[in-house]
């Protein structure tokens, strides 16, 4: 599928690797709808791309703002071909722990909310809006959809418990979107990135940030945004790849700790 002059909605899209797939794509000629929950954030990314993007304030775990903000996505852009799956957020506790207990159950519920219950209630309203599309390729596309697993997916580390369970839960539920939507000409694919250089490594001292940097196999180094940004186009443009997960991760493969 082309990207020019295709429209997209992207979540998490005001902040890391959602506003790098926002400013790739903005590029490239694609229009953007920006969902979030940072209004400040939002809004001067969409000031700053100008007409081709907007920001819509969005709760990706509530039902009918996900429907108002795809809404106004299709009213400002008119159609609805590219939806890119980013919220999401981490936290660290382990099972059991005997200095503070047993993981908070509020706690591991959030994470599966907002980063697997998040991401499916956001996916399957982008493909209803994507299934009224007319076809964009000979070949009887209409949508992509591309979310956003994490390497913790297969390898989580010690106090990822939450975050490995949402995670495994969309690489789980990737092939059979790719299947159910099959006939519809909707293609869906997902990204597992490793260790990815956003804004939450830029508190950390150097040396860890160099003592993780070292873990990875080659290039050792931090992966950029704009790299996850890179594969989410090559995945739009390419209609042959469907039902994937694709590590970008230097090659590392996670130890306990």
Request: hydrophobic share 40%; aromatic share 6%.
């Amino acid at each position: 599928m082309k990207l020019k002059d295709k429209v997209a909605i992207v979540t998490g899209g005001a902040s890391g690797l959602g506003e790098a797939t926002v400013r790739r794509f903005v590029g490239l000629g694609v229009k953007v709808a920006i969902f979030d929950l940072n209004e400040e954030a939002g809004n001067k990314l969409a000031d700053e791309l100008g007409g081709n993007a907007i920001f819509c304030k969005t709760d990706v775990t509530n039902e009918s703002s996900v429907q108002k903000s795809i809404g106004a996505c299709v009213e400002n852009f008119g159609e609805l071909h590219i939806c890119c799956n980013y919220a999401g957020i981490a936290v660290g506790a382990k099972t059991y722990d005997p200095r503070s207990g047993a993981h908070s159950l509020e706690t591991f519920k959030k994470v599966i909310e907002i980063n697997l219950i998040g991401t499916f209630n956001v996916t399957r309203l982008a493909a209803e809006a994507m299934a009224k599309n007319d076809l964009a390729t000979e070949d009887g596309q209409r949508g992509v959809i591309v979310n956003t697993a994490s390497v913790a997916a297969y390898e989580g580390q010690i106090g990822q418990v939450a975050y490995s369970a949402s995670k495994g839960g969309v690489v789980g539920m990737n092939l059979v979107i790719a299947r159910d939507l099959a006939k519809l000409g909707i293609r869906c694919n997902t990204i597992v990135p490793g260790l990815i250089h956003t804004p939450m490594f830029d508190g950390l001292p150097d040396d860890v940030v160099k003592g993780l940097s070292a873990s990875v196999l080659n290039p050792q180094r931090l992966g950029q945004p704009d790299e996850i940004a890179m594969t989410s186009q090559f995945i739009v443009e390419n209609d042959y790849i469907n039902g994937e997960c694709i590590r970008l991760d230097g090659g590392i493969r996670m130890q306990p700790r």
